[in-house]
Each structure stands twice: as C-alpha cells, then as structure tokens.
C-alpha cells in the first residue's frame, strides 16, 4: 500500500530564505509526483509535475527533484517570500485510478 | 480556458440530509476524482469516474455515491449526512491514457450542523 509523508509538518521562516520540502513515499513503481500548493480553504493549484522518468522540474524560483529509488522528492523553494505562504502538498500516481497525497507542510515566510 | 468549475462553494446542511456537489472539468478532460479534505490533513480519495462508470474507490461508505454525465461532468451525493462529513470537497479532472497530472477546483466547503 503506496503511503506519502511530508517532512515537516509545519514550517517558518524569514523572508529571502531558501528552504527544502521533503516528501518520501513508500512503493517506488509510480508513474508521476506532483507538487501542489494549498491556500486556506481553496483548492489545490499544481507547481510542479515529474514523470518518473525525469530527475527535476523547475519554474521560476521553484526546483523539484524525483529519486525514485530510495522514494523522495524535494521541492526547492528559492529566495522565499510572504506570498509563498501556504500549504505544499506532494501527491503520487501509481496507475490505475487514484493519486495519493501526503498531509502537507505549512510554509510560513515572515516579512 | 476554463479550468475545473466546482459548485457550490460553500453549503451547510443538517444531520441527516442528503447533498448533492457539482464539478464540471476542464476542456479537454475526460476523468473526474472526488476527494474529501478534513482541516488540517491531505485531500483522502473517494472515486474515480471515466466514462460515466465509477472505476476505483477509497475507502467511504456507500452513503457517498457519485454519477458523471455525457458531457464528462459529475456529482457527488452524500446522504445520511453525519457531522464527520464536514469537509472540502475537491475535485480533479484529468485526461484518461494522459500522464500529465490533475487540474482541481476550488472545491465545495461542507459544513455538517
């Protein structure tokens, strides 16, 4: 059973920093990992999408990397600012037809 | 272009009641997900619908049942309401074959009185 978890749960930082999201998965047969960004009680906006055959996607000031053999990704959020505020959710498609998700990390950047 | 269209937007029901949520895809898009969000925890998957069948389901009761439309639209019906129901209700809408990933909407805020 395919399981997600986002490592840390809860995150804050001041503005200009660069900061790391981790998100390990446990069955590494996956088709795609895509990285999603959360605002309070809105829906999900896609970031960041990695076939299991490529290594890193990038746009703009964000990076994200796929080791599918030992299950991680990371994404990479370059020079943070206020606006990066919210909740970064990495979700996995294995085939079939469902993609689980991990529970999140919050990001806060203070001003 | 317009993307996924969820309604409505918010909704508060009664213990008990039956709802009814809305979700048009996006152009081009063929496979409609349903996903339920609890405060504070990642979006749980409830079904799948791809020519207007249900292909695969998470694990709710059957108080959760769905339908999709010729035009690749869906509704997500809830009965029996409980007060654990309360949630946000995504859904997601991909191209069926496709591996280029999910578009969501909004969602439908629920809240269970």
């Known amino acids: 059973k395919q399981e997600v978890t986002q490592i840390p749960a809860a995150l804050s930082v001041p503005e200009g920093e660069n900061l790391v999201l981790n998100c390990s998965f446990t069955d590494s047969a996956i088709y795609n990992l895509q990285w999603f960004r959360q605002d309070p009680g809105k829906g999900l906006t896609s970031l960041l999408l990695?076939?299991?055959?490529?290594r890193e996607q990038t746009s703009g000031r964000l990076n994200a990397s796929l080791d599918k053999s030992s299950g991680r990704s990371t994404l990479y959020i370059a020079a943070s600012q206020p606006g990066d505020s919210a909740t970064y959710l990495c979700a996995v498609y294995t085939g079939g037809f469902k993609t689980i998700f991990g529970a999140g990390t919050r990001l806060f950047v203070k001003a | 272009d317009a993307g996924v269209t969820q309604s409505p937007t918010h909704l508060i029901k009664t213990r008990g009641q039956q709802v009814t949520l809305r979700c048009s895809p996006k152009s081009g898009h063929d496979t409609v997900s349903w996903y339920q969000q609890a405060l504070g925890q990642g979006p749980q998957f409830i079904f799948q619908y791809y020519e207007e069948e249900e292909r695969q389901r998470g694990n709710f009761p059957d108080r959760f049942s769905g339908h999709q439309f010729p035009n690749y639209s869906s509704e997500l019906n809830v009965n029996a309401l409980l007060l654990g129901d309360s949630a946000l209700y995504l859904c997601?809408?991909?191209?069926?074959?496709?591996?280029?990933?999910?578009?969501f909407g909004s969602g439908t805020r629920l809240t269970v009185v």
């Open positions: 997601a809408s991909s191209a069926r074959g496709s591996n280029y990933g999910y578009t």
């Open positions: 990695i076939q299991s055959s490529q």
